[in-house]
């Protein structure tokens, strides 16, 4: 089981959802940097289940213990080592229906790959419940970033079929956009009259045991030109990787993404122009990507969250220690729809693989003042 990723700065992560705790290493960051642990807060409570019929009722503090890496409020410059309890675990809901695979979840799949040993309890080490590891580490990073003027967000685009706003193409226009989608603990969205009718069909799919997908939409503005490396640890390499490691997750697009199957040469490409001795486009079809390198535009990104696995509908399936078909219906804790807690997981992932692009290119170190 792969559980560390990175180039200059690796990322671990470990835990099961109803083990003791669950957590993260962040292993080469520079010495220096302000470890501001309330941000980290702020972050972690966008994550956090509220209920109200638009997410599960398992509620944890998810308060951050650093362990290691940190003296003073500094980064010290050895692993930085973040720990998160698991408080409020109910496994008595998934004793009820041990053997039991549930439809969508790797239920079989790691029952297959780890011959039976897997802990089942909750999804294990494959439940979103770890993605509050991957915010802690992500927060941290993105703390960083935001000391070097680079700044990201993620919105719900696109909830049960119904639209946000769109990001703009502006710089100074999404500079705003991110700032207000960053300073809002709440439903991330731009337009609130969307997320009310978004919320609304969350509760409606919560009130027939179903649940609702749709589409996060992710940008980061003042990142220089030259980030990232053709062909296999080009900036879309890196963050797909780590954008199809969040759970539920199943399509990634930078730019226009599959829309340049309908567009001609002519119009999916991004004229270029000098402002102020800077070469810029005067489109961003490429989402500030090309050749896999980072070109100065703005970083926009899309990925789509599949529904919540676990529904409460009756469904067909197998009794793994049986191997025969079986019926399963589903109770316990769970969310209708993870979209607005899973935007602060997304733009996590995202913060710890620029700045690991970043410190790759030596960035980072300059930055804590190596």
Request: glycine share 12%; net charge negative; aromatic share 6%.
């Amino acid at each position: 089981m792969s559980n560390t990723f990175g180039g200059a700065l690796k990322l671990t992560i470990f835990g099961e959802s109803h083990g003791a705790a669950i957590g993260a290493v962040l292993d080469g960051l520079a010495a220096g940097h302000l470890v501001d642990e309330t941000y980290i807060a702020f972050q972690m409570d966008k994550r956090r289940a509220r209920g109200g019929g638009l997410s599960t009722t398992r509620t944890e503090a998810d308060k951050v213990k650093i362990l290691s890496g940190v003296f003073n409020g500094r980064t010290t410059g050895t692993p930085v080592t973040l720990v998160i309890e698991n408080q409020n675990t109910r496994s008595g809901d998934y004793a009820k229906t041990a053997g039991l695979a549930r439809p969508g979840h790797a239920d079989y799949t790691a029952h297959v790959k780890y011959a039976g040993f897997e802990d089942w309890r909750g999804g294990g080490h494959f439940s979103g419940r770890i993605t509050a590891a991957l915010t802690a580490a992500g927060a941290l990073c993105q703390s960083i970033l935001a000391g070097q003027g680079i700044l990201l967000a993620t919105h719900a685009a696109r909830v049960a079929g119904l639209p946000d706003a769109p990001y703009a193409f502006d710089e100074a226009a999404l500079r705003a956009q991110l700032e207000a989608v960053e300073k809002n603990p709440g439903f991330p969205v731009l337009d609130e009259a969307a997320g009310e009718k978004m919320q609304a069909a969350i509760r409606a799919a919560a009130a027939e045991g179903d649940s609702v997908g749709g589409i996060l939409e992710t940008a980061a503005v003042g990142l220089p030109a030259g980030l990232g490396q053709p062909f296999f640890d080009s900036v879309e390499s890196e963050l797909s990787h780590l954008l199809f490691s969040i759970p539920a997750i199943k399509a990634v697009e930078f730019g226009a993404g599959f829309g340049f199957a309908e567009m001609k040469g002519s119009e999916a490409n991004d004229p270029l122009t000098v402002e102020n001795g800077r070469v810029k486009a005067l489109t961003n079809h490429c989402g500030g990507v090309n050749g896999g390198i980072t070109s100065g535009m703005p970083l926009v990104f899309r990925t789509c969250v599949r529904p919540t696995s676990s529904i409460y509908k009756q469904q067909q399936t197998v009794d793994l220690s049986t191997n025969e078909p079986a019926t399963l219906q589903i109770h316990g804790r769970h969310d209708p729809c993870i979209l607005h807690r899973a935007a602060i997981v997304q733009t996590a992932a995202t913060a710890f693989g620029l700045l690991d692009l970043l410190t790759q290119n030596g960035g980072e170190q300059r930055q804590a003042g190596r």
